[in-house]
């Protein structure tokens, strides 16, 4: 179905999304972004799907634009982002389902910023993350202006796009880049370890987390006071609310169905 991605749902619940032009270290052309969107379209619509994984093949997460691709395009680079990349990110954000970004090497440009895109990042410890656009009389794009500086504060992620240096998983840990580093061998496995806990928690209230948090630095608090109480009454009136009332009560594990 796909030529540059592969999709999978393991377990039953949780969908694999993978970069698959190794050769290129995941370099993005216009074929992959609409496939990436198609991707996360069918798990945000796949009712059994309850957790996302995004990674990359060979060994590297996404070193960005393909710049030999970008050259065949007829439409500027503006309308690139308007086109392939903004509804791309706007998907990932505007989602319920979490999404586990598992950094698998370099994560450069909008590699990187795909990666700021997910919930999660757990990161190799042999990745890095680089800020690429300077390099070439760019300007950070597919989001990364308004995520990064949410991460690490605005004159952190300035220095970051200004210098274009590269950060290394620890340094990445540290400035709250990603949330783990894990052994490179073992990087699969803890996320999907990670997106079965996910999985198992109650998707609707996850999604609705995700829309709180997402406005929290554009509101004031009394706003967001009011969207809490807002998302509350949402929240109560699932079947999971229920099932976690019901399994507190009787002093047994919920079982949530997502519902």
């Not at 609409?34 to 996404?62: M, N, Q, Y």
Request: with cysteine; charged share 25%; glycine share 8%.
């Amino acid at each position: 179905m796909y030529q540059t991605i592969a999709y999978e749902v393991r377990d039953g619940r949780i969908a694999w999304i993978a970069l698959d032009r190794p050769d290129v270290l995941n370099a993005m052309t216009d074929q992959m972004k609409r496939e990436l969107l198609d991707a996360f379209k069918r798990a945000d619509k796949d009712p059994a799907v309850r957790a996302i994984v995004l990674t990359g093949r060979g060994r590297g997460f996404c070193s960005g634009q393909d710049l030999a691709d970008a050259s065949k395009s007829e439409v500027s680079l503006g309308d690139n982002l308007r086109t392939l990349y903004n509804p791309l990110i706007l998907q990932m954000r505007q989602m319920a389902k979490p999404i586990v970004c598992a950094v698998n090497g370099v994560a450069a440009g909008a590699g990187m910023s795909l990666a700021l895109a997910c919930d999660l990042r757990l990161c190799a410890d042999n990745a890095a993350f680089i800020e690429v656009f300077v390099r070439i009389g760019l300007v950070p794009d597919a989001g990364s202006t308004w995520l990064l500086p949410r991460l690490v504060g605005l004159a952190k992620a300035f220095e970051l796009a200004a210098l274009g240096d590269k950060v290394d998983a620890a340094e990445a840990l540290r400035l709250g880049l990603v949330n783990r580093v894990v052994p490179a061998d073992q990087l699969e496995a803890e996320a999907q370890a990670l997106a079965s806990r996910l999985a198992e928690a109650p998707t609707k209230a996850i999604g609705l987390m995700k829309r709180a948090f997402e406005r929290a630095f554009d509101h004031d608090l009394a706003d967001q006071l009011e969207y809490e109480a807002h998302l509350q009454e949402v929240a109560g009136r699932t079947r999971d609310f229920e099932e976690g009332v019901g399994a507190f009560l009787a002093k047994r594990p919920p079982a949530f169905t997502g519902q």
